[in-house]
């Protein structure tokens, strides 16, 4: 289950732990949010560029 909770005016979600742990992010990996011309949301991690 996802749930929504805003705090100091910023919304944020929280994944299942399950889901986190099987795409292995942890908390420093960045998410972006990616929007359908359906409206679906999907999330996709954003790699790190070597050297960078």
């Known amino acids: 289950m996802v749930k ?3 705090n100091n005016g910023q919304y944020k ?3 299942p732990k399950e889901l986190a ?5 942890t908390s420093g990996t960045v ?4 929007e ?3 409206g679906d949301i ?3 991690e954003l790699k790190k560029e070597v050297g960078k």
């Open 36 to 38: 359908t011309s359906d």
């Open 13 to 15: 979600l929280t994944i």
């Open 42 to 44: 999907i999330l996709r």
């Open 31 to 34: 998410i972006r949010f990616v």
């Open 4 to 6: 929504v909770v805003v």
């Open 21 to 25: 742990e099987a795409k292995g992010w």
